[in-house]
């Protein structure tokens, strides 16, 4: 029978059919984190067991870590207890982490694909949201809860039902300034922030083939955010380029052998899906957020809709927009170039390169976070910080921070910042932070003009 | 897990649509490394001001309103997968989130976490939005079983659950018990 990549996947992972429709599905990569991990090795203790598969195991401290200073303590004491939490879970358990001064510490969506940890046909799951950016290396990748963690600490599995399976073909090609991040905000704007709730995606299509491996983990990494579990794509000879000589991918004959079974795993073309969609790549402009959630945005020379709800009445109101206005031309405050959805080196680069020889406007704040120890080191051997430096951008150390505001970096209330983040919730930021979300070029370009502009302006 | 079976209690309306998570609760309470005491901050920010003095005009602060089902605007529990949120509700007092529409990773969690989330039509949640808005002290009558949710005679609605859940939680079993008994199942399956 025809089988769509994610079939493949999921089929190969079923260990066994329970009541009901569920499977237990088997998991190939656990990645952990200090947020949602304690209370899962707790459980552990609770029922005296070990944790099942160490070596399928990986720790991370990211998102409550400070990204200056890292060599020091951790001030604030709830974080430094978390992160302490961590170490001593890994201890007691015998699981690697690449905790805070570690070479490999970083987002940990941004440390699985640069390992090599994260290859193509895996289930992966991490109690964080945003695993869905494996999928670009064609995995089946999904956040889970902490009695999630608990269950794959213990047994490898979960209880799962199979999603359904959409579509989402963008086709042709993108104009100049228009960013992976435009294409996925441009789809998640026209989804809606649940319309994808129940299914799986594959992107497909000549736009999403076009990205770099790093656009197309931007892309999959916001999969969540119209609600889907998880997006992927298949893989093809960028995956394989960025796979080889990595860390932890297989090496030699070993590499060979698998790069065959990697690039056998497409959609066969007779596969059915239960929903797909098509988008053309030349209606996708550079796009910006208006409201609370990530659903609601437009192209930089779009208006902002007219509310249909209390929801969409309320969520203006906390922004201080009006419906009608352009988002061209609004002042901001602060801007955020990191988090996992836009933090790796070609997202650094790529602001780099546009505000070389430029200056942030006065009145702005500007915070650089890189994805990882292994992005930071990058971004200075290419000389990025002096870029940074002299533009008045302020290059920090790798973790989460404002994306989510658990660490100290966070916008002060009632202030504005353009966020390459994935989530323009309320207080997301920060208490009464009002988050923008646009794609690093145009945060980069906010940041020189102190507004929101339409950086293919700026563009030869 | 503490078991579900029949519950008759009053409800909470929220109707606003696409609550997400960091609604539910903010990530700066995500720090403990316990489950408990979550229940204080939930909804903190529509709760308290920034002086963390009561907001009147939220519902958890009217006087009016309590009970343990909670009725909510389509898109319930969007955004990030902090099982947190479902461990504030459960602190909180409330066994059965009542919505047209779950996201998928919060169903879950309040699934492993002992609260009942019933997926109703926009109709009938329009409809109970009324009944307790009218009258919050209306009484609803839930039984998991029987997978049917009440209000008196005049509104009786079934409701679907998948079975191995409806098992789980009418027992206050979960998951990691099922997985643990079949470990040789999955002992075989990685030798495959």
Known sequence: ?460 | MEKINKLSTTAVPLAMEDIDTDQIIPSRFLKAISRAGFGDNLFRDWRYDKADKPIPSFILNNPLYNGEILIAGRNFGCGSSREHAAWALVDYGFKIVVSSFFADIFKGNALNNGILPITVSETNLQALLKIVNLNPKAIFEVDLAAQNFCYKEALKINFEIDAYKKECLLNGYDDIDYLLSIKQDIVAYESL
């Open chain 1, 1 to 460: 029978m025809a089988k769509t990549m994610f079939d493949k996947v999921w089929d190969a992972h079923v260990v066994k059919e329970i009541t009901g429709g569920k499977q237990v599905i088997y998991i190939d990569q656990h990645f952990i984190h200090e947020v949602t991990s304690p209370q899962a090795f707790d459980g552990l203790r609770k029922r005296g067991i070990e944790v099942f598969r160490k070596d399928k195991t990986v720790a991370t401290a990211d998102h409550n870590v400070p990204t200056i200073n890292q060599h020091l303590p951790i001030k604030e004491e709830l974080s430094r207890k978390q992160v302490d939490t961590l170490i001593k879970n890994c201890k007691d358990f015998d699981i690697e982490l690449y905790g805070l001064g570690h070479k490999n510490q970083g987002i940990v969506h941004v440390i699985g694909p640069e390992l090599g940890i994260t290859q193509p046909g895996m289930t992966i799951v991490c109690g964080d949201s945003h695993t869905s950016t494996h999928g670009a290396f064609g995995n089946i990748a999904f956040g889970i809860g902490t009695s999630q963690v608990e269950q794959v600490l213990s047994t490898q599995c979960l209880i799962l039902g199979k999603p359904k399976k959409m579509r989402i073909k963008v086709t042709g090609k993108v104009e100049k300034g228009v960013t992976a991040k435009d294409i996925i905000l441009h789809i998640i704007s026209k989804m809606t922030v649940g319309g994808c709730t129940g299914y799986f995606i594959e992107y497909a299509g000549e736009a999403i083939t076009n990205l770099s491996m790093e656009g197309r983990m931007t892309v999959c990494n916001m999969s969540i955010e119209m609600g889907a579990r998880g997006g992927m794509i298949a893989p093809d000879e960028k995956t394989i380029a960025h796979l080889k000589d990595k860390k932890n991918a297989p090496k030699g004959e070993a590499f060979e052998k698998a790069t065959e079974k990697w690039l056998a795993l497409t959609t066969d073309e007779a596969a059915k899906f239960d929903k797909e969609i098509t988008f053309n790549a030349s209606d996708i402009q550079p796009m910006i957020t208006y409201g609370t959630n990530p659903g609601m945005g437009i192209s930089i020379n779009q208006t902002i809709p007219i509310s249909t709800s209390d929801s969409q009445t309320k969520s203006l109101n906390y922004m201080a927009f009006k419906q009608g206005e352009k988002m061209e031309g609004k002042q901001i405050q602060h801007v955020f170039i990191g988090s996992c959805t836009n933090s790796r080196i070609e997202d650094l680069r790529l602001v780099a390169n546009f505000v070389k020889g430029k200056q942030k406007a006065k009145h702005v704040k500007v915070m650089v976070v890189p994805g990882s120890k292994s992005v930071e080191l990058t971004a200075r051997a290419e000389g990025l910080d002096k870029i940074f430096e002299a533009a008045g951008f302020e290059l920090r150390q790798a973790g989460c921070s404002a994306c989510l505001g658990m660490n100290e970096d966070k916008i002060p209330a009632g202030e504005y910042c353009i966020s390459t983040s994935n989530r323009n919730f309320e207080g997301r930021q920060g208490q009464g932070a009002r988050t923008i979300l646009a794609s690093p070029l145009m945060a980069a370009a906010a940041a020189i003009e102190g507004k929101i502009v339409d950086v293919r302006a700026y563009l030869n």
